[in-house]
């Protein structure tokens, strides 16, 4: 085998060997806690500007609320349209966007103060919504394991499929982008995922069981993800009673 030959096998291999490696299992610890309103579907979540942004679902229930990250207290909210279920909730730091699940709908809100300026049509359902700073793009998740990439109003560029261990994750659903990475929580499990957007592979997986498992209600599954700062991000679900600023390690 000659020099260059050699050296191709072992790109390949490489490649190869890239593509085998399974996520790092990473550990958190618990920062702070807050009180949460068990009655809130969350959805949801956004850090911005000192304040905790949370989108709620439910027909008929449906609000964006304006929380205090220290304490948790409302601070603010708006009710949907009865005919809107709230999904997942971002902002591009002028506006928060806040996705419908059927209705093929993207609600778009000044933020201070929280007012619904315009609607933005998106096909297919909404559920976790994310925003790129560096690259001013979006990402959209619709249940499936497909990420949906989108521009400033909402077209669609690309999308990717993501694999866990060479199967698509399937119920991708909140997303939240931490600079580097797309983190998301699946429907129903009660880890988080982190995503890599140019592979389309799961790199990184959180086990929250141990927070899922404080809550009583079996359907209070872990569903809020807001980044904070370098590893750390804040964490709820739907019907959760706690909302808890984590450091993942």
Sequence with gaps: MGRKALQFGFLILGLCVLCLAKPKILSFEILDHFPHTVTSFTQGLVFYQGKIYESTGLYSQSQIRVLNPKGGQVLDFTVLDPKFF???????????????????????????????????????????LAYNFAKREFYHSDGSATIYIRNSDFKL?????????????????????????????????????????????????VNLTSLRSLQPNPEAVLNGIAHFDTKVFFITGK???RIYKIRIK
């Design 86 to 128: 709230g999904e997942g909730l971002t902002s591009d730091g002028n506006f928060l966007y806040q996705l419908t699940w059927r209705e093929e709908i993207v609600l778009v809100y000044q933020i201070n103060p929280l007012r619904l300026l315009k609607q933005i049509q998106l096909k297919g359902e909404g559920w976790g």
């Design 239 to 241: 019907l959760w009673d």
């Design 157 to 205: 560029k690309s999308s990717r499929t993501i694999s866990l261990n060479g199967k698509p994750l399937q119920k991708l659903n909140e997303l939240e982008w931490d600079g580097t990475s797309l983190w998301s929580n699946v429907w129903f499990c009660d880890s988080l995922f982190r995503l890599n957007l140019q592979t389309g592979k799961v790199t990184g997986i």
